[in-house]
Nanobody, 119 residues
């Protein structure tokens, strides 16, 4: 079992920045991959960025060059630095953690944090 606690969402103007954090507690075997998904109204949940314990990363094409995922030294907290935000980035952002070998969308989920990009 893993518990994920997210923070850092909010309202920001287009072109602004936000930093999301997600702290994991529980089974260390279940945090091989940690990442962020998002779901906008009327759309399916999609992967934003993910990072493994080995440092490998995966980004959605729509956020490459604008968002950066990282983990702390203990590897139990994952961050998402979001720069140059656009209105289309508006969504509920969910933290995810998963054991080694899991497929996309599997594992544990946080409660979600709202990110709204609007002037």
């Amino acid at each position: 079992q893993v518990q994920l606690v997210e923070s850092g969402g909010g309202l920001v103007q287009p072109g602004g920045s936000l930093r999301l954090s997600c702290a994991a507690s529980g089974s260390s075997r279940s945090i091989f991959t940690m990442g962020w998904y998002r779901q906008a109204p009327g759309k399916q949940r999609e992967l934003v960025a993910a990072m493994t314990l080995l440092g490998g990363t995966n980004y959605a094409d729509s956020v490459k060059g604008r968002f950066t995922i990282s983990r702390d030294n203990a590897k139990t907290t994952v961050f998402l630095q979001m720069n140059s935000l656009k209105p289309e980035d508006t969504a509920v952002y969910y933290c995810n953690s998963a054991p080694y070998g899991s497929g996309s969308g599997q594992g544990y989920w946080g409660q979600g944090t709202q990110v709204t990009v609007s002037s």
